[in-house]
């Protein structure tokens, strides 16, 4: 499928496994073919286990201890899975460099950022002086100004560390830059200036760049070509446009289709059941075979090899043929909007009326979290509160639980003054920890590990006194869509999915009324991400449950909140019908946060300088 | 971001499963010995050659023989058999001293981790007072002024070891509370002692187990320390830090009198600390303590 000979990077048939005691492996990723040009942007994307961060570190030879790549790599003619190991520091950097994922790791804390850029410059004779020089021309370049050369990286935001980072990448003048997940930890204005920016200095530098992302609307808006990555198998290749307009693969089109869409509401994403499986299990068959609604034997009859379908594109799919139409069809059916529920003249479950809280109150490092902030909830409305990390969306959601304390204001739940948990009579307390429950972001550490789910759910139960009401631990996991055998399991056993289906679960153990999401989908892959937002709308239906739903993700708001409030640095900026706030927002910051969210348009590559409002601090 | 979760996992056990195979020669080594240990303990006087105490002082000192594999001591009496029976002394005192201060460790590093606040605090400052205390030479004052032998060295070696116990439990109880698991269950209205000891308590448990085995291997080391200098048990006991002393005056005519129980020290020490981090591992994989 190569249109010229010769590539920038020209990777064939790359394999990486695991090797195991006794000289067995275990297949991560297999038969990997991918070029890329100079001045070229190329996406990798791919879910959690798809092996797309390891392709990468094996390109760098970064590969962790009993990992191992075989394969071609060529590197302008060079294969770097062959390169003795005294080359590829020289390598590294100079011809090839990497941006992490993690600006908040990926920086040398007790180093000044100058240093750390100076480190990659590989003029050598230079003198001090003209280093500084170099390394200030390497900040204004990605954006920043001389000063921050002085500064250490815990003085900085995530966005400027990542900035920074990225001037770090470039010192060496690489020809390719993989940068795997750029802007995934970032907050969303500033992922979608990171991506700007990377595609300008691409532009500037002539140079090729590896997008690594999980997410499709990031790839679509900054890619020219994208290999989807799935279980350690490619399951599709082509132009951005092309895959956008017409997938070739029934996993292409599933992703598309979990995708909650930013600008309307659907009554119900179509979410790709199951969870990614480990690469091993599925490297003899079609990889995507097990969760595919279009599967027959031939699919099972072996690994599918990437077969071209037109210029540029490829698929695995060995039933495209057949089934091509019939995925058309889907795609087209699926675009029916929902309404918004209507707004509700119920009465007020919680009522937020001030409430300000101060962390570090009287010490210099005094953060006030929340700055006199309303808001009322109505019986069985969906309420999204939206912001940035930093916003003190996470804080108010504490307050409501009785995590923290508010310093000021008045907190009602269900007609319980809630403001101070601890002066709470024991019947009050009773009841509003059975009105108000929790479901929490890292489905890692939602569930105690030393637990069975079983034993979760049924201490769940009995702190409700609900045993008795014919609510069981099976009929919980029912409710969330799980086989009651799956009482027997611990989390360790649970994909990320089912551990927050399990959290939801035992939240719904106790008969709530109102459950507070923080951000319950964000770390869970795009497929599963749908899964669960279906399950948080058909619970809603079925129990008639208020949500407040906090996240940073406008698509998830448009898909399940009725209505928003905004909050930026602790005060509520706007709050509205969600379809008012989304269309037609009114606060600067609001129209700021929909400006930024990835839209599958390609990136305009902004001048160098940024425009980036964050200050030092 | 979820990427990684998924992937670092699967490749943090390889180097476990690895370990694991290669790794279990030691731990099978390690668990003969304190097996050996255990049973010379349980049965000294039934398994022993020789009674211990029986001088022979015609024969004085000799090197191993067929009559005494590993020759005798300065009055007659059966290396051998002397081991045998040290075992009890070796055995008993040192679990004493890690359970006792592991026990104490566990509810005071509890209380003040996961509670925090004023108790806190008291508990910590006690913790920094003993631990500007020379430990051993603490102990040697108590029990050299005020006597009371072998259990007297125990208690005081519990108390001494308690606060780095302390420490411990205190690092991982707060490591837990922030969790979302540990908040989930706050929001459920589980009572607070329940969390401790249902939700926090197993989670911390690899690391006290570990660290019980750590102690015993230190515990010993220090109790047959006191025995060397005279302090703990009586004069004419068997027991392996005493026979060190007493042994020390034949090490030209029967090395093996004062060797042989030295190395024992080594191998029930060394054992004891193998057996601890192979548990340690083998609770983190089983999900506890992740």
Redesign the interface.
């Known amino acids: 499928m190569s249109g010229s000979a010769f590539h920038l990077l020209d990777v064939s048939d790359l394999s990486i496994d ?5 000289g067995r492996t275990r297949s ?1 990723v297999s038969g990997l073919n991918l070029h890329v040009d100079l001045g070229e942007t190329v996406g990798i994307v ?9 392709t990468a570190r094996s390109l760098l030879r970064l590969l ?4 191992r790549a075989t394969g071609r790599a060529e590197f302008a003619g060079t294969d770097v899975l062959d390169l003795p190991e005294r080359h590829v520091a020289r390598y590294r950097g100079s011809r090839l460099a990497l941006l992490f ?1 993690d600006p908040f790791t990926i920086l040398n804390p007790v180093l000044r950022c100058g240093p750390q850029i100076e480190e990659g410059l590989r003029d050598e004779g230079l003198s001090r002086r003209q280093k500084r020089k170099e390394s200030v021309r390497r900040l204004a370049e990605v954006g920043l100004p001389e000063h921050i050369a002085d500064r250490y990286p815990f003085q900085l935001s995530g966005g400027m560390r990542q900035r920074v980072a990225l001037a770090a990448a470039l010192a060496g003048n690489p020809e390719l830059l993989i940068a795997d ?1 750029p802007s ?2 970032l907050d969303v204005t500033t992922q979608a200036e990171i991506l700007r920016l990377l595609k300008s200095l691409q532009e500037a530098r002539g140079m090729g760049l590896i997008l690594i992302t ?1 997410d499709l609307r990031v790839a679509f808006s900054a890619c020219d070509r994208i290999y989807v990555l799935y279980a350690g198998g490619l399951m599709e290749v082509g132009g951005a446009r092309d895959l956008e307009d017409h997938p070739l693969h029934p996993y292409t089109l599933g992703l598309l289709l979990s995708e909650p869409p930013v600008d309307r509401r659907l009554s119900a994403l179509v979410a790709i059941p199951g969870a ?1 499986p ?1 690469a091993d299990e599925v490297s003899g068959v079609c990889r995507f075979s097990p969760r595919c609604r279009w599967v027959r034997d031939v699919c099972r009859a072996g690994p599918p090899r990437l077969v071209p379908r037109g210029p540029g594109r490829a698929t695995a799919c060995v039933r495209i043929d057949e089934i091509d139409v019939e995925m058309v069809a889907l795609r087209r059916a699926v675009v029916a909007p929902a309404a918004v529920k209507e707004p509700s003249e119920a009465a007020a479950l919680v009522r937020v009326s001030d409430v300000a809280k101060v962390f570090d109150k009287g010490t210099p490092r005094a953060n006030p979290a929340l700055k006199g902030v309303s808001l009322t909830i109505r019986d069985g409305e969906s309420i999204g509160l939206v912001g940035e990390s930093g916003s003190g969306k996470t804080t108010l959601a504490r307050c409501l ?3 923290e304390q508010p310093d000021s204001g008045e907190l009602r739940i269900a007609g319980i003054d809630a403001s101070r948990y601890d002066r709470l009579r024991t019947g009050d ?2 009841r509003l ?2 009105a ?3 479901v ?3 489905p ?8 069975r789910v079983g034993f979760a759910l049924e ?2 139960l009995r ?2 006194g609900r045993r008795d009401d014919g609510v069981t631990v099976a009929s919980l996991l029912d409710q969330v869509g799980l086989p009651a055998a799956y009482a027997k399991r ?3 056993a649970l994909s ?1 999915g089912e551990r927050q289906r399990v ?1 939801i679960a ?2 719904l ?2 008969g709530p009324r109102i459950l507070v999401c923080d951000e319950p989908v964000s ?3 795009v497929s599963v991400q749908a899964q669960v937002l279906n399950l948080f709308g058909a619970l809603r239906t079925e129990l008639g449950l208020s949500y407040l739903f906090i996240t940073h993700d406008l698509a998830v708001v448009r898909q399940v909140v009725d209505r928003v409030y905004v909050l930026y640095r602790g005060e509520i900026v706007e709050q509205g019908p969600v379809d008012r706030v989304l269309d037609a927002p009114e606060h600067e910051y609001t129209k700021r946060l929909i400006a930024s969210v990835p839209s599958g348009e390609p990136v305009v590559a902004s001048p160098s300088v940024a425009s980036e409002a964050e200050a030092v601090s | 971001m979820a990427e990684g979760q998924v992937a670092v996992p699967t490749l943090a056990t390889e180097p476990r499963q690895r370990g694991r195979l290669a790794g279990f020669i030691p731990v099978a080594i390690a668990l003969v010995i304190i097996g050996v240990v255990v049973v010379a303990a349980a049965l000294g006087d039934l398994i022993a050659p020789r009674d211990p105490n029986a001088q022979n002082l015609l024969v004085g000192d000799v090197p191993p023989n067929g009559q005494f594999p590993l020759g005798t001591d300065q009055l007659g009496r059966d290396v051998l058999s002397r081991i045998i029976a040290g075992a009890r002394t070796a055995l008993v005192g040192p679990m004493l001293i890690a359970v006792g201060g592991m026990t104490i460790g566990t509810i005071l590093g509890m209380l003040g981790g996961y509670l925090g606040g004023r108790l806190d605090a008291i508990i910590m400052r006690w913790v920094d007072l003993m631990y500007s205390l020379p430990g051993l030479l603490i102990a040697i004052v108590i029990v050299g002024v005020v006597g009371g032998g072998y259990f007297m060295a125990v208690i005081v070696l519990i108390v001494l070891f308690s606060p780095a116990d302390t420490r411990i439990v205190r690092a991982e109880a707060l490591r837990q509370r922030p969790l979302p698991y540990i908040e989930a269950a706050r929001t459920l209205g589980v009572p607070t002692w329940r969390i401790m000891f249902v939700h926090v308590l197993p989670n911390v448990l690899p690391v006290v187990v570990s660290y019980v085995f750590l102690d015993f291997a230190f515990g010993l080391v220090s109790l047959s320390g006191l025995s060397f200098l005279g302090l703990g048990v009586p004069p004419g006991t068997p027991d392996w830090g005493r026979m060190l002393f007493e042994n020390r005056t034949v090490l030209f005519t029967n090395p093996l009198a004062a060797v042989a129980p030295g190395l024992m020290i080594v191998a029930a020490a060394a054992a004891m600390n193998i057996v601890g981090d192979w548990l340690y591992e083998r609770f983190a994989s089983s999900g506890a303590g992740r």
């Open positions: 695991v090797v195991l005691p006794g991560i791919g879910e959690s286990g798809s092996g797309k961060s390891l962790p201890r009993g990992v994922q997940e995934t930890a999980h990614v480990p639980l009785g995590l307390l009773q920890r059975r108000v429950q929790v929490f972001q890292d890692y550490s939602s569930l105690n590990p030393a637990h201490e769940a702190m409700a611990r989390p360790v990320g959290a035992r939240a153990a106790v770390s869970l892959d």
